[in-house]
């Protein structure tokens, strides 16, 4: 086994990162907060603001894309699918 000297990096050590974890957890932040804002904008008058929600919803699902886990892409894709719908129902502007 090689031994590494105590003055490197912490990367160099072999030690666990969490980084994947914390993507999903990031994942999933912006998932949730996509979601609010998708049933928000279901509100007569209020569906523009689907343009907006989506591309937020589609960095969630980029984050999601890169964690080990799916539980944060999952639930960005069902936000993305139903601000998709929203704007069909209301022609992309309403």
């Known amino acids: 086994m090689k031994r590494v000297a105590s003055n490197s990096p912490l990367a160099a050590r072999g030690t666990p990162c969490d980084t994947p974890h914390m993507l999903n957890i990031g994942s999933l932040v912006i998932g949730v907060i996509a979601l609010i804002l998708v049933v928000i904008a279901f ?17 969630g699902l980029a984050l999601g894309a890169m964690s080990d886990k799916t539980s944060g892409r999952n639930l960005n894709i069902v936000v993305i699918v139903i601000g998709v719908i929203r704007l069909m129902l209301g022609g992309g502007i309403i």
């Open 43 to 59: 509100i007569p008058f209020l569906g523009l603001a689907n343009w907006v929600i989506i591309p937020f919803a589609v960095v």
